[in-house]
């Protein structure tokens, strides 16, 4: 908590002191550019953002509330299409009906263990309803649309294609960015903890003990596995990007290529010392044992060139 805020006033600190010197910079222009002695002032290089990342079995049967700290219900599952990094819908119970949020319609409160949705609970009833027992319709676009129409965000998810690309010609292409085209193998995130991982021989690699959610992104950060056995590190985590994976043909268990080394290559950890997967180098360091850069790294480049 500490380290946090610390980190948290020294990027204000940046920022205030960057503001600053640009305002003094706007207003001597003239005269800077008059005299050739006055040396050029480098511009500091502003802070990397951290990210905001929630653990998915922790946010299964999280609360929901609105700004006048309202309940609106509580997270019944998230559905996510794991072979593209994507979460599809948060699937919302309200007691009586399910509902299906953006999740990039949501906030994470990490202090209060809490998710925030910025509506009504009229609006939250006029929400479209979810249904368990249909979960194959949350795969329409006019349903998926719908959803995000109603809580006035953007739709980050194209429309569903059934195409299906191998890894082996993602291998191709690398080092390579995480990419977000909609596999259309969307899961539930609470079937898919606990489920194994296989490689491509049919033997096992472990479990997924975990997914690491980023929800201001509307993406799955990584999948946390339990692979140390098979490598030599018993008992030990590892965290690993979820695209690098994809579903047997009966959706039963994930599968991985080329894993060995780049397990090896990516650190691990023990379960009752999780890093601190909000740190962007903790991350890389994962998304480069794969030979990929994380899915934020087209979102820095923006920001650095001014674009948004």
Not at 157 to 172: T, W
Not at 174 to 187: I, L
Request: net charge positive.
């Amino acid at each position: 908590m500490v380290r946090g805020m610390r980190k948290c006033i020294r990027a204000h600190a940046a920022h205030a002191w960057k503001l600053n010197l640009l305002a003094v910079l706007a207003a001597s222009g003239p005269l800077l550019a008059q005299d050739s002695n006055v040396s050029r002032i480098a511009e500091p290089a502003p802070p990397v953002p951290q990210r905001c990342v929630a653990k998915a079995s922790d946010v299964i049967h999280m609360a929901v509330k609105n700004k006048q700290g309202e309940i609106l219900g509580r997270v019944e599952d998230l559905v996510v299409d794991v072979e593209s990094g994507l979460i599809v819908l948060v699937i919302l119970s309200t007691g009586d009906s399910l509902k299906s949020v953006p999740p990039t319609a949501l906030q994470h409160d990490g202090a209060a263990k809490a998710l925030c949705l910025d509506a009504s609970q009229q609006k939250l009833q006029g929400a479209p309803v979810f249904e368990m027992v249909k979960s194959s319709e949350s795969h329409n676009p006019e349903r998926l649309a719908a959803s995000y129409r109603h809580f006035e965000q953007s739709p980050s998810i194209p429309p569903v294609q059934k195409v299906h690309v191998s890894l082996e010609a993602r291998d191709r292409a690398s080092p390579r960015v995480s990419p977000a085209s909609p596999s259309g193998q969307w899961q539930t995130a609470g079937r898919l903890i606990r489920m194994p991982v296989l490689n491509y021989q049919g033997q096992s690699l472990g479990q997924v003990e975990n997914l690491l959610l980023d929800f201001p992104a509307g993406r799955i950060l990584a999948l946390v596995i339990s692979s140390g056995a098979v490598i030599g590190r018993e008992g030990e985590f590892s965290a690993v990007p979820p695209t690098v994976t994809r579903f047997t043909t009966d959706k039963a268990a994930l599968q991985m290529s080329g894993w060995k080394e780049s397990m090896l290559r990516s650190p691990h950890f023990k379960p009752a010392e999780w890093p601190d997967f909000s740190e962007p180098a903790y991350i890389r360091r994962v998304y480069r044992a794969f030979q990929m850069e994380p899915y934020f790294t087209h979102e820095d480049n923006a920001s650095d060139r001014g674009v948004k």
